[in-house]
Structure formats: structure tokens, C-alpha cells
């Protein structure tokens, strides 16, 4: 969940950058570097039609800030201005530092995305992304943080004709929501300051199996001994997160296309508590509380098809389930699977650039979904 910073930081760290483009820099030399920065991002807005809505949402501006202090040293920052809330949000989704300490090897610290998975981590963002909004259980009030807290380190390696790769985290993790009645036993993955002394542990190792890195193969797991409030009977509630995810990208000649199929399957186990159930009579409603979530996406471009239009098309198709909790009051409609079938159809007007358009039905509703994102 996403916490506001003031618009005025935008502003501040705006002239900051500009500054740092300006000034001299031959004085600031590490490690026998320059200090340069890029800002790359993309733009979007979001349309959606469905039974009880037809509008133009989301407008979204995000700017990633990279700036390279060295050739071993650099720091990345996505600020995101967006409208999704209906009314002009600033928010800092991430600002991380990075120490590369060898080819194999690389240190960082921050707010960063996160190692969790493949998804949300590494193909969340609209423009990489082949569907206007997320898989269900991968958005928002999904399993898993949409950005960390804390350090890690990661790297890869060369295996014969294979490579692996691996991430490693130590951060805040989740804090387990208590008080009200329609969110116990969720989390708050994304505040700013941990809610007790506890840190969370996890990590993700992923394996290439084949010459051409066509396939990848990753196991994620998070752990945390401790979620609720200090000095609560919460306090000592347990978190265990783990994570199957699959990646695989190729170019096949006899169809003179690219296809790429991925996917991710993901299991939450918390640690058994009993809540206030809200009536004020000190009843309390106690349930196990156990998620999962997967989804599995393929898509199919022919990039190697003669006419211009038609290279430019894409296909697109996934489904996606979430089962949460039996007794959890999380869902008012009582329906705790949430399953979503979607077909789309994409246009490349540029390598960048992406008009995406999806026909989705979700526990029984139809929608239109539409969007343009633009990188930079």
C-alpha cells in the first residue's frame, strides 16, 4: 500500500537532478568514474468499461531516476504522479543504492523492488507487462510487497552451457493488520518504518537451464518470525511466503514469430491468531489463514511477418486465480476465490510505445480494458 510524500519533495529533488546535470563534475570523480544522470520511465493512461463504470483513469507519469556516481556506484529512484486515486497522487516507489563489487556480486540498500517472485519485481510495469492491470493476487492486496525496505545482495554465474542467478534480502517485511475486523489478518507490506524488531528474510535463485537463456526457472521464499505490533499478542505472528515463477522467451522461425509464456504460483502461511470480530461485545472469529495465487500468460508477436501492421501485433492471453482465506471478512461479498480470464490484443506503435486493448471476465463480470503507455 502506497504512502503520499509532499508534493514539494517532488519539486526539491526535480532541481536537485537538474543541478547535478549542470555542474561540473570533474571534482567528483570515485573510483576514477563521473558522476552522470539518465532519467528513463514511462507514461499511461488507463480505460475501463465494465457493468458498472465506463471511464478514462489512471493517468500516470513515472520517471526513473539513475544516477551514476562511478562505474561501481550508482542510485535508482521511481517517483510516480498518478491519478488512480482520483485525485493527483506524488508517491516514492522506490530509491535504492547499488555498490557493484564484481560480475558476480552486487550490493544495494533502500526501498527497492522486490526479490520476491518474477511478477512483481520484474514484469509489473505497463510497459512491460502485456495486460492493462495485474494478474488477481499479484496487484494490491495481493501476497507480497509491491517494494522493500531494507539491503541485499545479488548476482549470477556462468554453468557450462546453464547460469543462475540469485537475490538475497534482509528488510522490514510485512506487519500483520489487527484492528479492524474486514482487514485482520492481511498485511502491510510497504511501510516506511517496521512495527517491531523483527526483520524479514528471503531470497530468489534462479536457474537458465539452456544455451540461449530462452527458459528460466526461480524459487522465491520470505520469512518472518515476528508481524504484528511490539508488546501486542500479535506480535509474534509468522510469516512464510514462497514462490515458483517460469520465464520463457523465443523467436520460432517456422512461425516467423516470438512467443513468450510466463508464469507464477505463490503460497502464504501465517501463523494462527484470533481477531475482534467488530461488535464490541469482545467476541472474537478466528480462521487459518492460508493464501495462494497463480497465473499463467502467453503471448505471440510475428515479428518476422512482411507487412509493417501485422509485425506490430500482438496477441495476449492469461488466467489468473487467488484463493484467500475461509472466515477471512477481507471480501464483503463473501467470495473467496477470485478467478479472472483475460484475451487481448496489443499494438507496438514504436519499441517503446504500446496500445493495449483486453476483453476480461472476473467471478463472473465482463470488462473492457484499455491502455496507452508510452516509454521513455
Same mark, same amino acid.
Given at each position: ?42 507514461? #499511461?493512461?488507463? +480505460?475501463? %468499461? ?14 526513473? $531516476? *539513475? ?118 489478518? #492481511?498485511?502491510? +507490506?510497504? %511501510? ?14 534462479? $536457474? *537458465? ?168
Amino acid at each position: 500500500m502506497k504512502r503520499n510524500i509532499r508534493l514539494y519533495s517532488f519539486f526539491v529533488f526535480i532541481l536537485i537532478s537538474s543541478v547535478l546535470i549542470t555542474h561540473e563534475v570533474n571534482a567528483q570523480n570515485f573510483f576514477q568514474g563521473q558522476t552522470k544522470l539518465t532519467i528513463v520511465g514511462n507514461a #499511461q493512461v488507463d +480505460y475501463i %468499461a465494465d457493468s458498472s463504470q465506463s471511464q478514462f483513469r489512471n493517468l500516470a507519469f513515472k520517471p526513473i $531516476f *539513475l544516477l551514476s556516481l562511478s562505474d561501481r556506484l550508482f542510485i535508482e529512484s521511481e517517483l510516480e504522479v498518478a491519478t488512480d486515486g482520483g485525485s493527483v497522487e506524488v508517491v516514492l516507489e522506490y530509491a535504492n543504492m547499488v555498490y557493484f563489487v564484481s560480475r558476480y556480486l552486487t550490493l544495494h540498500a533502500g526501498r527497492f523492488l522486490p526479490k520476491f517472485g518474477a511478477y512483481r519485481g520484474r514484469f509489473g510495469e505497463a510497459y512491460l507487462q502485456r495486460f492493462a492491470n495485474s494478474p488477481v493476487g499479484f496487484g494490491d492486496g495481493g501476497i507480497g510487497a509491491m517494494t522493500e525496505t531494507g539491503l541485499g545482495l545479488q548476482g549470477g554465474a556462468q554453468l557450462g552451457v546453464s547460469k543462475i542467478n540469485y537475490d538475497f534480502y534482509i528488510t522490514n517485511g510485512p506487519q500483520l493488520l489487527a484492528s479492524s475486523p474486514d482487514m485482520a489478518g #492481511q498485511f502491510e +507490506y510497504e %511501510a516506511y518504518l517496521n512495527n517491531n524488531k523483527k526483520k524479514s528474510i528471503g531470497g530468489r535463485f534462479g $536457474f *537458465l537451464p539452456l544455451s540461449n537463456s530462452s527458459l528460466e526457472i526461480g524459487y522465491s521464499v520470505q520469512y518472518k518470525s515476528s508481524t504484528g505490533d511490539r508488546l501486542t499478542t500479535y506480535e509474534k505472528t509468522p510469516f512464510t511466503a514462497q514462490a515458483f515463477d517460469l520465464n520463457y522467451f523465443k523467436t520460432i522461425d517456422a512461425i516467423q514469430s516470438q512467443i513468450r509464456i510466463v508464469g507464477e504460483y505463490k503460497m502464504l502461511n501465517v501463523g494462527q491468531q484470533s481477531y475482534d470480530d467488530g461488535t464490541g461485545t469482545g467476541a472474537m472469529f478466528t480462521f487459518t489463514n492460508k493464501s495462494t495465487a497463480y497465473y499463467i500468460q502467453g503471448s505471440i508477436r510475428p515479428t518476422e511477418a512482411s507487412s509493417e501492421f501485422i509485425k506490430n501485433l500482438e496477441l495476449a492471453a492469461r488466467y489468473s486465480e487467488f484463493n484467500t482465506p475461509q472466515g477471512a471478512q477481507w471480501f464483503a461479498d463473501g467470495q473467496h476465490v477470485r478467478n479472472q480470464t483475460a484475451i487481448g490484443i496489443n499494438y507496438w506503435y514504436r519499441w517503446n510505445g504500446v496500445l493495449k486493448m483486453s476483453y476480461q471476465k472476473q467471478n463472473g463480470v465482463d470488462g473492457f480494458y484499455a491502455q496507452m503507455v508510452y516509454g521513455f
